[in-house]
């Protein structure tokens, strides 16, 4: 635990504190990441690394949860962690361009964030009986991060903005690391 990297799987369980998967998976996939900018240093290198990076860690992860992959933490979850990452960090590489197309069209930026909350509630559905189909999950959740990156004035990225909405995700995360001392 001291090392961050009981995600990796070597250890069965979280010891003393269940939520720190998630931090030691984090670090894992920052520390992959970090290898990948510093040698891939042209953006081409540095998308075919991240993809690679990527399928790495979905074959890694697929071999070590057949059965799906949302449920993964202590075991697995730096596969997990690294897959999604990657799959992410290659995904910010399409940023600009969508920014630049959405600009253009506001209203596309409407629906496709419409469309993308709608393939992430499918895929949380999906999840939900564990699915293998959950592999895909960074590629259902990377159309809805892409669309509400490219288009914040959105209707619904103006109304997942509301004050509130921003408070609740701030101090969420905190609730999440200390539930364990309770429940």
């Avoid at 992410?88 to 629906?111: D, E, I, T």
């Amino acid at each position: 635990h001291l090392t961050l990297t009981h995600a990796a799987g070597w250890a069965p369980y979280a010891a003393f504190n269940t939520p720190s998967w998630s931090i030691s998976a984090e670090a894992i996939a920052y520390t992959v990441f970090a290898v990948i900018a510093a040698l891939a240093l042209k953006p081409g290198w540095r998308c075919v690394a991240l993809v690679g990076a990527a399928a790495a860690g979905l074959v890694w992860l697929m071999a070590m949860q057949p059965d799906g992959a949302l449920f993964v933490t202590t075991l697995g979850g730096a596969q997990r962690a690294v897959y999604g990452f990657c799959v992410g960090a290659a995904l910010q590489l399409l940023l600009m361009p969508a920014r630049a197309f959405l600009s253009a069209r506001p209203a596309w930026g409407h629906g496709l964030q419409l469309a993308g909350l709608g393939l992430v509630g499918l895929m949380v559905a999906v999840g939900a009986y564990g699915s293998p189909l959950t592999y895909l999950a960074p590629f259902a959740f990377a159309p809805a991060i892409l669309a509400f990156a490219a288009a914040p004035k959105a209707a619904p990225s103006q109304a997942f903005s509301a004050p509130w909405l921003v408070w609740l995700g701030t101090v969420s995360y905190s609730f999440y690391m200390v539930h364990f001392l309770v429940a």
